[in-house]
């Protein structure tokens, strides 16, 4: 069932609550509450920016339903939302939105005065997100910030993955894939997040400085429905 709304200049999302495996353990599902509007938001976002064709595509063959732009998946007990992970639709990437699904579910959990916590996470790119709106991860491995899947495919700042197969463990150069120069096309000053850890959220007033800056960004405004 619908819960709030987000609107920016670049997109309209309704937000909806639904029980996943459990009744403790629930998803928020992001639609695109605009992609059927009218024919200009098929072609453009709603500042009338042209979209790439791949959006476009995908856009034209849900004008039927409402896409789905992703899901946050969440465990919620002892009056803490934890935060597991994440999926954003391929036809919405790139669009900077995991950032607002993220600062949704947090903007949610103070109008709901529950804590808020992620179970652990192997993403850099959650890893990134969630450090960005003052989450301290509690332990875990210090990785480059990349878009591996799996904490095994995390670059560690040496070059290295994560994972060291047992017939290299005692070198780890052979580790590196394709056996190619670990530093190679890598900057020096690339953002290193932390894997494999639980993040615990900051303060009420600065999650809810940090969150302000992602949703009303650009006339952002986020809307909880009674």
């Known amino acids: 069932w619908p819960i709030a ?12 609550l639904s029980i996943d495996a459990s009744p403790a353990r629930v998803k928020l599902k992001f639609f695109d509450a605009s992609a059927n509007e009218d024919d200009q938001l098929v072609q453009g976002d709603a500042s009338g920016r042209k979209l790439p064709a791949h959006i476009l595509r995908r856009r034209v063959e849900n004008r039927s339903s409402k896409p789905k732009i992703g899901f946050v998946l969440l465990e919620n007990r002892d009056n803490c939302s934890h935060f597991l992970g994440m999926q954003v639709t391929e036809a919405y990437r790139g669009q900077g939105l995991a950032a607002v699904l993220v600062a949704t579910w947090a903007a949610l959990c ?68 394709g056996g190619s120069d670990p530093e190679s096309g890598r900057s020096k000053e690339q953002r290193l997040v932390r894997v494999g850890a639980e993040f615990a959220a900051p303060t009420c007033d600065l999650l809810q400085n940090r969150v302000r800056e992602v949703l009303e960004r650009e006339g952002g405004t986020l809307k909880v429905l009674a």
């Open 5 to 16: 709304t987000h609107t920016a200049a670049a997109h309209k999302i309704t937000v909806a």
């Open 110 to 177: 103070l109008a709901a005065g529950f804590s808020a916590r992620s179970g652990r996470i192997d993403k850099p790119i959650l890893a990134h997100v969630l450090e960005s709106l003052g989450f301290c991860s509690v332990g875990g491995t210090q990785v480059l910030l990349t878009d591996a899947t799996r904490l095994r495919d995390c670059r560690l700042p040496s070059g290295h993955t994560v994972f060291i197969p047992k017939f290299s463990r005692s070198n780890p150069d052979l580790a590196a894939a």
